[in-house]
């Protein structure tokens, strides 16, 4: 068997093809091998043959399309987005752990809002009375709403703190979440507040709409927003009462056989005391519909120096998860029937 060809002008190496058009075989250009050179010849031709066969899957690889042509780099773990939670994620949030709902319902201008704000600040305080922040997984959002309450010059007081709300999605809530550490034992608490637009309520009122508002249904309790002012004014006492009972009416319809504690917050107390026939009145038409209400008057931002801003919003959250304990009584009269069962009916008829 005989070798490369050594003519340098040739190309027998490359193509096989003779340019001196000599037999392969019978070339003189070409030297016979001995058996030492022709095992070194067969395993550099492997060994080429398997440096082509990596080269050019190499090449494949790198040219397969729609493949990278550099590997991702490491990305640094980011915050996550922490805006509202959507129903969604509520629901995932209440099957996952305890946790509190708290409905909040309220005319255009009743301080919803204002009072969600004046509960944070007091949390980033550290003046929230008788807890402490631990967690909440809608930081940017609680910044959002807050932001206005930072804008305002000493002494010269805006006519309206915060921003009058508005959701991207206007056919659902979008609720805010707060943990809470209770001082005295350390225990959390999960809170849902949602952060809603008053035309809901206003809607609910004049149209009946309801489905945006079904989540209620999941509340704990229910804190029903009034302007105070509007009830300290005898011009706008009347019809504010007017709305204020329809509101509840929509209420109980909505919510069917369902009924969680209502409190009743009347904001702007550092104007003056909410009136207490309006109190009277408001009870009673709550009360002829299966609920149990209590007051809960706050005062979100004050220029009272008699009233400290955020007054009564920890009391507020307080009673919320954790409801008075009424006394009953330890061993109630009841009338004896004569259809029961009783033995101490049957003993008295002997």
């Known amino acids: 068997m005989r070798g490369s060809c050594k003519d340098a002008n040739c190309t027998f190496n490359l193509t096989k093809m003779c340019v001196r058009g000599n037999p392969p075989d019978e070339c003189p250009h070409r030297p016979l091998l001995t058996d030492v050179e022709l095992v070194d010849d067969d395993d550099e031709r492997q060994q080429s043959d398997a440096d082509g066969r990596e080269s050019s899957s ?30 969604d994620k509520a629901n995932a949030m209440m099957a996952a752990r305890q946790t509190c709902m708290i409905g909040i319902v309220g005319l255009p201008g ?13 949390l980033a305080k550290g003046e929230f009375e008788g807890f402490s922040f631990s967690d909440s997984a809608t930081l940017r959002a609680f910044e959002e709403i807050a932001r206005g309450s930072r804008m305002w010059v000493k002494g010269n007081p805006p006519e309206q703190i915060t921003a009058h709300t508005t959701l991207s999605d206007d056919r659902e ?29 206003k809607e609910l009122i004049d149209f009946n709409n309801v489905a945006r508002l079904e989540f209620l249904k999941s509340s704990s309790v229910i804190w029903f927003m009034v302007d105070g002012r509007q009830f300290a004014n005898d011009e706008s006492v009347a019809y504010a009462r007017y709305r204020a009972s329809l509101l509840i009416e929509r209420l109980a319809e909505l919510l069917g056989e369902h009924r969680p504690r209502i409190l009743l917050v009347p904001t702007w107390r550092d104007v003056g005391d909410f009136p207490d026939a309006e109190v009277a009145r408001l009870s009673e038409t709550a009360t ?63």
């Not at 009743?110 to 007091?122: E, F, I, P, Q, R």
Request: charged share 25%; hydrophobic share 45%; proline share 8%.
């Open 110 to 122: 009743a301080g919803k809002t204002a009072c969600l704000v004046s509960a944070y600040l007091l």
């Open 288 to 350: 002829g519909l299966g609920f149990e209400i209590e007051m809960a008057p706050i005062a979100s931002f004050s220029w009272n120096e008699d009233v400290p801003p955020g007054d009564g919003v920890a009391k507020l959250v307080e009673r919320s998860i954790c409801p008075r304990k009424r006394a009953r009584a330890f061993w109630p009269v009841t009338e004896a029937d004569e259809d029961d069962r009783a033995l101490l009916a049957f003993r008295g008829r002997q």
């Open 173 to 201: 809530a979008g609720f805010l979440h707060l943990r809470l550490r209770r001082d005295c034992d350390g225990r959390l608490f999960d809170l849902l507040l949602p952060d809603l637009p008053g035309e809901w309520s």
């Open 58 to 87: 190499d090449v494949a690889r790198l040219l397969d399309v729609g493949g990278a042509v550099l590997d991702a780099p490491t990305e640094l773990p980011t915050l996550p987005p922490s805006r509202t939670l959507d129903l």
